[in-house]
């Protein structure tokens, strides 16, 4: 599926090239009008619009300084989290925000990219429908698909969103001209979820099972996508039963499995991707290559820090034959803490920059398993969250040093997320997962859990910094980013974050 080539191609055609602008609020407003009655006429333009949504997640368009989704993805996952440093080529605004001292003048407070992407998927959601009556072989089943992909895209995009920001503008129609209203208020967090929840069961019932290749199963939308999504929106709404429900739907499936931990585990999983562990994965290739590279060899902007080997995967000091398989050679060289996750070819031998395609996931199986065990503890099934975990340590030949042992774990709910979290860190690591999962189960409850980031900070942070930070993250304001500077100026509407205030 050569989506670069495509994507080239519908920034000379499409609404993609009418949305460059850096001054207009959220990427809204289009330049040139490129977006009704030219364009949507017939069904391959329909799916080029949708394909042309997917490519945006891997670049930005051309002429436009936005850092790449994925970046963002990354920097937002695992910035404020305990496993990433600032490497030698670190932005200030990068280094701030590892700092807890993100401004509002910030670039990394910009949403712009999200927002760009979020309009691409509008309109395919407002515009392609009428295509129906336009083109008599495009038949509703096709369009619903179509659709569905838009909708969980919006989705996926939303979700981060929320967690990134917490109260955030709701953007539901596409931008069709200058009359529009960009004067759009915050919707709470708790909206933006339920808004979320409704578009999921909306793609659910209309999105494919399959897309009829591996490649595009694990590249695009599908139900099973849409699972997982609904998965993680229901941890974060707390509603445990809803998450066990969608869990349980891609276990039923039998269309996934974790990648067994053989000694061909990290090339199947990561460097060559689209395995039976993948769910939804960005589809970089020769054509279009990931940024990470650069960002973590070349010119290093971030390191994984020395406690990752130290305490997260740890290190048999008796045995060096036992070792945890997703430590040193695959989340990271543990000799100069390189970030290496998504440079290697194998556990011995690093990709050249030509072949910098490794995925990025936003969904993968484990991560499924994990979240059920976390659903199931919230519901007083500590033994069978406990059971899943095992199943992830299992496959990665997980240290004996980490395993924890409970008498009772349906009684130890606290002591059974503690241990969900240090397995997620162990899986999940640099994959844009850490910060979120902590603040998750941090905020449970009315932030029954704020030890969880107070901990976090403690065992991370430089010793001068920590008093600093701890007490900053007391403000459960501070756990979202402020509003751009220039976001507030445009749109009037718009309320800063009380912390930043």
């Given amino acids: 599926m050569k989506l670069r080539k ?3 191609t519908l920034l000379l055609t499409l609404f993609l090239g009418s949305f460059t602008s850096c001054n207009k609020w959220l990427e809204l407003k289009p330049q040139d009008g490129i977006v009704g009655s030219e364009f949507w006429q017939t069904k391959e333009q329909v799916q080029s619009a949708v394909i042309g949504c997917y490519s945006s997640l891997l670049t930005s368009p051309p002429g436009n300084r936005d850092a790449p989704l994925v970046e963002l993805l990354f920097m937002y996952g695992e910035l404020r989290g305990d496993m990433v440093t600032q490497g030698p080529f670190a932005s200030i605004d990068e280094i701030d925000l590892i700092e807890v001292n993100v401004l509002e003048t910030s670039n990394l407070t910009n949403w712009r990219t999200f927002y760009r992407i979020i309009n691409y998927c509008n309109n395919v959601i407002d515009l392609a429908p009428a295509v129906l009556q336009r083109d008599p072989t495009l038949t509703q089943t096709e369009l619903n698909g179509y659709v569905a992909e838009a909708l969980g895209l919006r989705a996926f995009l939303y979700l981060t969103l929320a967690k990134t920001w917490g109260d955030v503008p709701l953007k539901l129609t596409a931008t069709k001209s200058d009359a529009d209203n960009f004067q759009i208020p915050q919707s709470t967090q708790l909206q933006v979820f339920q808004q979320i929840e409704k578009d999921l069961i909306e793609a659910e019932a209309k999105a494919k099972t399959t897309h009829g290749s591996v490649a595009a199963d694990k590249g695009r939308i599908t139900k099973h996508t849409i699972n997982a999504m609904q998965a993680e929106l229901y941890l974060w709404l707390e509603d445990y039963n809803k998450c066990i429900e969608a869990c349980q739907k ?30 939804f994965e960005f589809q970089f290739d020769l054509q279009q290559l990931n940024p990470f590279y650069v960002m973590f060899f070349q010119r290093p902007r971030f390191l994984a820090s020395t406690r990752v080997m130290e305490q997260v995967y740890q290190i048999d000091f008796t045995d060096e034959t036992k070792f945890d398989i997703r430590g040193n050679g695959a989340s990271l060289i543990a000799s100069d803490n390189t970030i290496y996750k998504y440079l290697g070819e194998d556990r011995n031998t690093r990709k050249t920059l030509e072949q910098s395609f490794t995925h990025w996931f936003a969904y993968r199986y484990a991560d499924v398993l994990l979240m059920k065990a976390e659903a199931l503890n919230e519901i007083g099934d500590g033994k069978k969250a406990v059971e899943y975990i095992e199943m992830i340590r299992s496959r990665a030949n997980a240290l004996t040093q980490t395993r924890t042992d409970f008498a009772d774990p349906d009684s130890d709910k606290p002591g059974v997320t503690d241990y969900i979290l240090q397995e997620r860190a162990r899986e999940f690591a640099f994959e844009g997962k850490r910060w979120f999962d902590v603040l998750r189960n941090a905020k449970r409850n009315n932030y029954q859990r704020l030890d969880l980031i107070i901990d976090m900070v403690t065992a991370s942070a430089p010793p001068d910094k920590q008093r600093s930070i701890i007490s900053k993250y007391r403000d459960f304001n501070s756990h979202y980013l402020p509003v751009n500077f220039t976001e507030l100026r445009t749109n009037k509407a718009l309320v800063q974050n009380p912390f930043y205030k």
């Fill in 6 to 8: 495509i994507y080239i």
């Fill in 250 to 279: 891609i276990e039923d499936s039998g269309r996934f499995s974790l990648v067994p931990g053989n000694n061909a585990w990290f090339s199947t999983l990561y460097a060559n991707g689209n395995s039976s562990e993948g769910i």
